[in-house]
């Protein structure tokens, strides 16, 4: 069983910088793959990053390159979104999840409100 618990979400100005913070319980969380989430209002979920249980590979969606950071700390059973340049349509509802059978994302968070105002 993993319980995860994000934080570090707010308002942002266009351009501005947040790191996203997902706190993981449970013994399963150094083997598992983590991942970002967003759904934006009047939309559907979308994928933002995974990182490998390591930390050395990570996956961003295409349009995210470049200014979305994923990261982990297993000593503190942590995960970690930095976004920079952040833009209005950023705004959005993130998750994390965690992936313990592959192909799967089986735990989420209750997510954390992301605002970028123009």
């Known amino acids: ?8 979400g707010g308002l942002v100005q266009a351009g ?3 790191r996203l913070s997902c706190a993981a319980s449970g013994r399963t969380f150094n083997s598992a793959v983590m991942g970002w989430f967003r759904q934006a209002p009047g939309k559907e979920r979308e994928f933002v990053a995974r990182i490998s249980w390591s930390g050395t590979i990570t996956y961003y969606a295409d349009s995210l390159k ?10 503190k059973n942590t995960v970690y979104l930095q976004m920079n340049s952040l833009k209005p349509e950023d705004t ?3 998750y994390c999840a965690a992936q313990i059978v592959v192909g799967t994302w089986q735990y989420w968070g209750q997510g954390t409100q992301v605002t970028v105002s123009p």
């Open 66 to 75: 470049g200014r979305f950071t994923i990261s982990r700390d297993n000593a």
């Open 92 to 94: 959005a509802v993130y």
């Open 1 to 8: 069983q993993v319980q995860l618990v994000e934080s570090g």
């Open 16 to 18: 501005g910088s947040l």
